[in-house]
Nanobody, 126 residues
Framework: QVHLVESGGGLVQAGGSLRLSCAASGRTLSYYTMGWFRQAPGKEREFVAA????????YYADSVKGRFTISRDNAKTTVYLQMNSLKPEDTAVYYC???????????????????WGQGTQVTVSS
């Protein structure tokens, strides 16, 4: 079992930045492909970004490409989502997720992932 905990959310003005962190308690994330998803009020959960367990590949939703960066520090068992140039439409609860399969197959699909965190709220004011 992997227990994921997100942190770093908050309130920021449009154009600002936030860095989200996702840490695993009790075990390493070294061999898990990691993803970030978000869910805005009244909307379905959507993919944001993913990073291969090796750190060698990343994948982004078109809506965040060029603004968000996913990275990982396997030594610290932490995955990050650096969010720059934030827009009001980025407002959502952000979730991290872990895929134990070691495959890079369907990283944008939520069904790919085995474990989920509880989420952290990001609010971007205009």
């Amino acid at each position: 079992q992997v227990h994921l905990v997100e942190s770093g959310g908050g309130l920021v003005q449009a154009g600002g930045s936030l860095r989200l962190s996702c840490a695993a308690s009790g075990r390493t994330l070294s061999y898990y492909t990691m993803g970030w998803f978000r869910q805005a009020p009244g909307k379905e959960r959507e993919f944001v970004a993913a990073i291969h367990w090796s750190g060698g590949s990343t994948y982004y939703a078109d809506s965040v490409k060029g603004r968000f960066t996913i990275s990982r520090d396997n030594a610290k068992t932490t995955v990050y989502l650096q969010m720059n140039s934030l827009k009001p439409e980025d407002t959502a609860v952000y979730y991290c997720a872990a895929d134990a399969s070691r495959r890079w197959s369907g990283p944008s699909r939520d069904l790919t992932y085995d474990y989920w965190g509880q989420g952290t709220q990001v609010t971007v004011s205009s």
